[in-house]
Nanobody, 116 residues
Framework: QVQLVESGGGLVQAGGSLRLSCAAS????????MGWYRQAPGKQRELVAL???????NYADSVKGRFTISRDNAKKTVYLEMTNLKSEDTAVYSC??????????WGQGTQVTVSS
């Protein structure tokens, strides 16, 4: 019943742009902190961008100025706008909905590959 469905991944040339989307089912979306994570082969998963239910944001240093996280509560969707993509951005990107004590849900992940 509770589900996060991601879309927007693909193959992009370095310097290009891409928008990832994660659509949520259920009534939990508006009260959750939403985050985008990524994991490259052989590496730990890292937090890329976080958007709290109150509107605050946090970004990894490596993506500051290039990535933007946003949400549309009416559409129950969180976005990750990625610009000036670099080869080191290549990873599987996953969205997460989190509310302490109640929710910790993950999307299926979408592959982003940036060619140099």
């Amino acid at each position: 019943q509770v589900q996060l469905v991601e879309s927007g991944g693909g193959l992009v040339q370095a310097g290009g742009s891409l928008r990832l989307s994660c659509a949520a089912s259920g009534s939990f979306f508006s009260i959750c902190d939403m985050g985008w994570y990524r994991q490259a082969p052989g590496k730990q998963r890292e937090l890329v961008a976080l958007l709290t239910s109150g509107g605050g944001t946090n970004y990894a240093d490596s993506v500051k100025g290039r990535f933007t996280i946003s949400r549309d509560n009416a559409k129950k969707t969180v976005y990750l706008e990625m610009t000036n993509l670099k080869s080191e951005d290549t990873a599987v990107y996953s969205c997460n909905a989190y509310k302490r004590f109640w929710y910790n849900y993950w999307g299926q992940g979408t592959q982003v590959t940036v060619s140099s």
